[in-house]
C-alpha cells in the first residue's frame, strides 16, 4: 500500500498527528497493535494546553461527550504534615480554557482514533503490529506489519515509552535515570465535588488522585522504591491504606503498570522518519502533561511533514524544523520535571516547600504555568526561588 505518511501508534500523538495530515490532504495510514477502545497505564489529566488542542481540532465537545471531567487545578499535600495547598491553572497567555480534563484513556483515545476513521484521505488499521522498517539507499521508505507492507514518503513514530521504531532507528540513548514505575486503578467514588488532581507527596512516592468520570476516580502511585513495596497486588491495600477517600471504594479496573520512563533519543527525527509523543523521549509521569505535549508536537509534527509532503521543503529541512520546534516546546518543561522529583525525593525540603506555598502559593503557581508552557524559568525571580526553598 502507497500512502503520504504512515503514523505508528494511535494514542494521543499519533492519532493528532494523522487526524491533522489527513484534514490537510495528505493520505495518511494510521496503524496500531491495539484494538481501539484500548487501556493504558496513565493518570489520566490532561494539562490545559491539552485541551486547548482538542479545542483547536473541534474535539472538545465530543471528549466533554464521554464523560471527562474538568479540572480546575492541582492540590498538592504531603502524607507527613498538615500542609495543604490548591493551584489553580492558569488562564493561556492568549485566551482559551483555563482547565484540565480527567479523562478515561479508553474513551479519550477512541475520541481521537474515530476522528482519524471519519476523515477520507485516512485509513485507521487496527490489531496490527508494525516488525521492520523498509529502508531503501539509506532512507526509510516505509514499514513491515503483520499483515504486509506500508510504503510512505514519511514516517510518524508515534509508538510510545518504549517505541520500537526508536529502538531500530539505533536513536535511543540508554537511561541513566534512577528505575521508577507506575500503577493506576480506577475507583468507584462519588466525585461529584471534586475539580482538582490531588498530589500527596510520601517521601518515597507519590499518590495521584484525579476524577475522571461522574462516579470514577483514578488513583495512581509513582515510586523507585516505596517501603514496603508497592506491588500490583498490594497496590489495592495500600492505596485504601494512604488514600482517605478509597476506605470502602470497590476499585473497578486495574491496577495497569509500567516502568522505566527516563528515556532519551540521540535525534527526534532522521532518515524520513519523526518520533514524536513519548516516543520522542520522556522523564517521568510526574508532571501529567504527556498527552498534552504529546497532542502539541504532533501539530508540529504534522506542519513540517505537510510541508515536506507539499514539496515546500526537502525532508532534511522538515526534519531539522521539527528538532527546533520539539527543543522548544520540551525544553522548560524536561527541566521542571527533574525540579518536580528532585523535591519529591527530599521530604523535608518539600514538606517547608508546601507549607510556604500554603501562605504564598505564587511560586508553585508559576512552576504550574510553566508546566502548561504558559510561562518559562526566566519568569522565576530569586524571591520564588527562596519561597520554593521553603524560605
Ligand atoms: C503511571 C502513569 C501515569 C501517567 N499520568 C499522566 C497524566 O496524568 N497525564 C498525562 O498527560 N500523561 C500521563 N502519563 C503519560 C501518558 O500516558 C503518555 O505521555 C501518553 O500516553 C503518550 O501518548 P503517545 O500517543 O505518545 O503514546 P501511547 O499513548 O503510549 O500510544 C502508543 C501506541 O503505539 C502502539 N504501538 C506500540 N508499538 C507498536 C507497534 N510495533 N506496532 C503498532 N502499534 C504500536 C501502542 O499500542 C499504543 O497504542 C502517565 C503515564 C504513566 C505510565
Known amino acids: 500500500m502507497d500512502t503520504d505518511a504512515v503514523v505508528v501508534g494511535a494514542g494521543p500523538s499519533g492519532a493528532t498527528a494523522a487526524l491533522l495530515l489527513a484534514r490537510a490532504g495528505h493520505k495518511v495510514v494510521l496503524v496500531d497493535r491495539a484494538r481501539f477502545p484500548r487501556d493504558k497505564a496513565c493518570g489520566e489529566g490532561v494539562m490545559p494546553p491539552g485541551v486547548e488542542a482538542l479545542r483547536r481540532m473541534g474535539l472538545l465537545e465530543h471528549v466533554l461527550a464521554t464523560g471527562a471531567r474538568p479540572i480546575a487545578g492541582v492540590t498538592y499535600q504531603h502524607s507527613s504534615a498538615a500542609a495543604r495547598v490548591k493551584v489553580p491553572f492558569p488562564a493561556p497567555p492568549g485566551g482559551g480554557p483555563a482547565h484540565g480534563l480527567g479523562v478515561r484513556r479508553t474513551s479519550f483515545d477512541a475520541v481521537l482514533v474515530d476522528a482519524v476513521r471519519r476523515e477520507p484521505f485516512a485509513v485507521v488499521r487496527e490489531a496490527e503490529c508494525v516488525t521492520r522498517l523498509i529502508r ?13 507492507e506500508i510504503r510512505a514518503r514519511a514516517v510518524i513514530a508515534a509508538d510510545g515509552l518504549h517505541s520500537p521504531i526508536r529502538s531500530w532507528m ?26 482538582a488532581i490531588t498530589v500527596t507527596l510520601a517521601g518515597d512516592h507519590e499518590w495521584y488522585e484525579a476524577p475522571v468520570g461522574p462516579d470514577l476516580l483514578l488513583v495512581s502511585i509513582l515510586t523507585e ?92 529541512v522538515a526534519e531539522a524544523r521539527y528538532a527546533r520546534d520539539h527543543i522548544q516546546l520540551v525544553r522548560d518543561r524536561r527541566r521542571l520535571t527533574q525540579l518536580a522529583l528532585f523535591l519529591a525525593r527530599s521530604p523535608h525540603l518539600s514538606r517547608r516547600a508546601l507549607e510556604r506555598a500554603v501562605r504564598d502559593p505564587r511560586a508553585l503557581g508559576k512552576l504550574v504555568a510553566i508546566n502548561c508552557g504558559y510561562q518559562t524559568f526566566r519568569d522565576l525571580t530569586p524571591r520564588d526561588w527562596l519561597s520554593l526553598a521553603g524560605v
Open 136 to 148: 531503501d539507499a539509506g532512507r526509510v521508505t516505509g514499514v513491515t506489519t503483520t499483515s504486509g
Open 170 to 195: 539505533g536513536l535511543r540513548v540508554s537511561p541513566r535515570a534512577r528505575l521508577r514505575y507506575g500503577l493506576a486503578g480506577h475507583w468507584r467514588v462519588e466525585t461529584r465535588d471534586l475539580n
Open 225 to 316: 522504591r516505596s517501603q514496603p513495596p508497592v506491588t500490583p497486588r498490594s497496590y489495592a491495600a495500600a492505596a485504601r491504606r494512604s488514600v482517605p477517600a478509597l476506605r470502602d471504594a470497590e476499585l473497578v479496573s486495574g491496577p495497569l503498570g509500567a516502568a522505566q520512563f527516563h528515556q532519551r533519543v540521540r535525534r527526534v527525527a532522521e532518515h524520513g522518519v519523526f518520533l514524536v509523543g513519548d516516543a520522542s523521549g520522556y522523564d517521568d509521569p510526574t508532571t501529567g502533561d504527556g498527552i498534552a505535549i504529546g497532542m502539541l508536537l504532533a501539530e508540529r509534527v504534522a506542519e513540517n511533514v505537510g510541508d515536506f509532503l507539499t514539496a515546500r521543503v526537502p525532508i532534511e
